[in-house]
């Protein structure tokens, strides 16, 4: 497909964006953002479990560190797709 796209252009075509484009990206973005939020949730799951065992301390809790700051990098980018996808 990209080929075809490649020759289109050398032939002095004009872009071709819309369509089929949209929905692939659409559906690309917020598949990868899903499927870090799944996997978020999924370490959340783990870390609590691990809290609740007492598998953290006052001096050991850099797996709770991470998680949140992971947690936080997954919001930051839901608020980005959300304003190029709905709002842009």
């Given at each position: 497909?990209?080929d075809r796209y490649a020759a289109h252009g050398r032939?002095?075509?004009?872009?071709?964006?819309?369509?089929?484009?949209?929905?692939?990206?659409?559906?690309?973005?917020?598949?990868?953002?899903?499927?870090?939020?799944?996997?978020?949730?999924?370490?959340?799951?783990?870390?609590?479990?691990?809290?609740?065992?007492?598998?953290?301390?006052?001096?050991?809790?850099?797996?709770?560190?991470?998680?949140?700051?992971?947690?936080?990098?997954?919001?930051?980018?839901?608020?980005?797709?959300?304003?190029?996808?709905?709002?842009?």
């Open positions: 497909m990209a032939q002095g075509g004009e872009a071709v964006l819309g369509g089929p484009l949209y929905g692939a990206t659409f559906y690309t973005m917020t598949g990868f953002h899903g499927t870090h939020v799944s996997i978020g949730v999924f370490c959340m799951i783990f870390t609590t479990i691990k809290a609740f065992r007492g598998g953290y301390s006052a001096a050991n809790y850099g797996g709770v560190e991470i998680m949140g700051l992971y947690w936080h990098f997954v919001d930051l980018v839901w608020i980005i797709l959300f304003t190029i996808v709905y709002l842009i």
